[in-house]
């Protein structure tokens, strides 16, 4: 079958929006069809957003047996055999409409007729596919309660997991992502103070925010606690990630209201490791449930921190919780043979 790829990226940036195209097209290759990814640039600007959209829907994939997309605004792609594997909205125009921080315009009439444009062009493209899933539960709802639109939950497993493997509990927890405001590596930072033990912190993963890392670094100089932190701030690559999960003594991923569970939280528990997340991080209460699999805490640096302590001080529960966190993949059926299923159904 000839498979088109579809979805749209921000240049220099690279993320699991990435990772679900790329591994997605291997798997494909590897069971005999014909793939090609499709990427166009995206910018979340208002007055840049139509003529975004304008370009999906001129694209010609005629050529194609099927399209299957993903990151917005590719679903508004033409295709008579159209699949969408929706991974997130543009937020800013829905869920986070209310929040200024992360709007960065005015709630005036101008935008919000862009707003809902944009919502209704959503909608009427999702219902021209032939079958929408999403990457989580959380996206599920959003879907429904934005566009009315069903959907079925499709989790993203991690290409090769086998290559993820166990190698010990050292004294680090680490939180392998791009280091980024709402990934909220500076929860993690805050919290080293109020830890009673000698644990320790990495953060690994590029910024796209200028000065952020330094300013991470900054705080934990400030706050005494920068002997502790150790930072890299630089794209890690796949065995960098393996090994700092294979010696880790557990995985830390506290998004603000995450889409998924994260690939971090995936890797982590293919390597037996337990993940310490908040009970704001969304799609990652799908995955992590508290001294089931990992740890939940409040958002508040007293908390995580005594997260942090607890796992320092009690290395058996960091395994029992990282065997739990396994078992917890097979459970949900994350795999892909399971995705090939339902997307070539």
Not at 203 to 229: E, F, K, N, Y
Not at 248 to 256: G, K
Not at 273 to 296: Q, Y
Request: glycine fraction near 4%; charged fraction near 30%.
């Amino acid at each position: 079958m000839k498979i088109a790829l579809c979805s749209s990226f921000v240049p220099f940036v690279n993320g699991g929006y990435r990772q679900i195209v790329e591994w997605l097209e291997t798997t494909l290759l590897e069971a005999g069809h014909e793939v090609d990814r499709v990427y166009l640039p995206e910018h979340d600007d208002p007055e840049r957003l139509f003529k975004q959209m304008a370009a999906f829907r001129f694209v010609d994939l005629s050529a194609a047996d099927r399209i299957i997309c993903f990151r917005p605004q590719s679903h508004l792609l033409r295709h008579p055999h159209k699949i969408v594997w929706f991974i997130h909205h543009l937020r800013t125009f829905y869920d986070l409409w209310d929040v200024d921080a992360y709007r960065g315009f005015p709630d005036d009439l101008k935008h919000q007729g862009i707003r809902d444009a944009l919502r209704s062009a959503d909608t009427a493209a999702l219902q021209e596919a032939r079958k929408v899933f999403t990457n989580s539960r959380v996206v599920g709802e959003r879907l429904r309660r934005f566009n009315g639109i069903d959907s079925e939950v499709l989790y993203p497993p991690v290409l090769r997991p086998e290559r993820f493997y166990t190698d010990g509990f050292n004294d680090e927890i680490v939180c392998i992502c791009r280091i980024e405001h709402h990934k909220r590596q500076q929860l993690l930072v805050q919290a080293l103070p109020f830890c009673r033990t000698p644990v320790r912190l990495r953060l690994c993963g590029t910024s796209s925010t200028p000065g952020h890392v330094a300013a991470l670094r900054d705080m934990a100089r400030l706050q005494g606690t920068a002997d502790r932190l150790s930072v890299e701030d630089e794209w890690i690559t796949e065995d960098r990630k393996q090994e700092l999960f294979a010696e880790c003594l557990a995985s830390a991923y506290l998004p603000v209201d995450e889409d998924s569970y994260g690939y971090p939280t995936l890797e982590a528990a293919h390597s037996g490791k337990a993940v310490l997340t908040t009970s704001d991080a969304g799609g990652v209460l799908e995955f992590v449930t508290h001294e089931l699999n990992g740890l939940v805490t409040e958002a508040d640096p007293l908390q995580v921190a005594a997260a942090m302590d607890r796992l320092y001080e009690d290395r058996e529960l960091a395994a029992r919780l990282g065997e739990a966190a396994t078992a917890r993949i097979a459970e949900l059926k994350i795999e892909w043979r399971t995705v090939l299923e339902r997307l070539l159904a």
